[in-house]
């Protein structure tokens, strides 16, 4: 079951008695846990029928116990367990599983690994709990992802708002949502988030960013790419060269893609997997390098991604290796 159909099936009040997430994909753990801790229970029925425990300081007698309970003043009570993965001989919930009470929903958080799937336990908790595995979305599925998020409060952004924040911030489900929500409270009775929008209130340049330096070195405007990677070098934390060539390196293997497809617009933009906005960059820059140029592209990006961490290289200031870079893509 998704993580939205739970949330989806908590606002209508259907419950399991068992909820167990794991994953390496923190945000939906987090985000079904706070549900839980929140909204399942109003503020009376919390005070007497919630109970949060911590894997780390919290031993599983005490949860057997704080489950088996009843509620007080209410149909049902809620006892979550955090950071369940730090708990000693959690398989001992082994009991409670078997036979849960009805009364009772018990969230358990495991974040940041799985139980060993070859264990009795893990068979047992995918067999009689709620089993959701959350898993990080792919680099290419976070513009849409972005989009869902918020088309789903009831908002539209364009998709040069959405590539600043996806390249900008990178896989960071979080924080992507705590930057929305703060723009979307900036943004009055708009319904749409633009590059103006993100450059207000999540401080990203609409000029000088990765998105406008991979527009620059496909359009071949070395002058232009030079002066974004000047900005970067006087404000090192907007743009580490970390983030830089990894999006340079996806942007390029799409162009190299373009070589294999055939069609219109729409048709190349979906055989690559982008937005059929952004398709004439990748466009241009195929006609603008060609095939070979884009494999030359590419193995540069190689060899400057070892040389940023100090791979056959004197340490260089992460600018100049840039500039030095983009320089041989344009000779």
């Known amino acids: 079951m998704s993580v939205d159909k739970i949330i989806s099936d908590w606002k209508k009040s259907i419950y399991k008695p068992i909820y167990w997430i794991e994953g390496d994909e923190e945000f939906y753990v987090d985000q079904l846990v706070d549900f839980a801790e929140h909204k399942i229970l109003n503020e009376n029925e919390a005070s007497f029928n919630l109970t949060v425990f911590y894997g780390k300081d919290a031993a599983w007698a005490d949860v057997l116990n704080a489950c088996r309970k009843y509620p007080m003043f209410s149909d049902r009570q809620v006892v979550i367990l955090k ?6 001989d959690v398989d001992k919930l082994e009991p409670y599983i078997q036979t849960p009470l009805s009364s009772t929903i018990l969230v358990v958080a495991f974040k940041d690994k ?5 264990t009795r ?21 976070l513009p849409e992802w972005v989009s869902s998020v918020v088309g789903g409060m009831g908002h539209s952004i364009t998709p040069k708002a959405n590539s600043l924040i996806v390249d900008h911030i990178g896989n960071d489900l979080s924080r992507i949502k705590n930057e929305i929500d703060k723009i979307l409270i900036n943004l009055g009775t708009r319904k749409s988030i ?10 990203i340049s609409k000029e000088f960013n990765v998105f406008e330096l991979q527009s620059a070195i496909a359009a071949r405007d070395l002058t232009k790419a030079i002066r974004i990677i000047q900005y970067f070098d006087a404000n090192p934390k ?9 999006s340079l390196y996806i942007f390029f293997s799409k162009v190299y893609m373009v070589f294999g497809v055939s ?9 690559i997997s982008v937005n059929p ?12 390098y060609g095939f070979d140029g884009i494999e030359k592209i590419l193995l540069l990006l190689h060899s400057y991604n070892l040389k940023g961490i100090g791979i056959n290289a004197a340490r260089v200031e992460d600018a100049e290796l840039l500039k030095e870079m983009v320089v041989k893509i344009m000779m």
């Open 83 to 88: 950071e369940a993965q730090q708990m000693k």
């Open 114 to 118: 799985k139980l060993d799937a070859r």
């Open 121 to 141: 336990f893990a068979k047992l908790v995918k067999e009689k709990t709620e089993y959701i595995l959350t898993k990080k979305i792919y680099d290419n599925a």
């Open 194 to 203: 633009t590059e103006e929008d993100v450059e207000n209130y999540v401080g």
């Open 238 to 246: 907007v743009a580490p060269i970390q983030l830089v060539l990894p």
């Open 263 to 271: 069609g219109g617009e729409d048709a190349i933009a979906k055989q």
């Open 277 to 288: 906005y952004f398709v004439k960059s990748y466009l241009q820059a195929s006609k603008t």
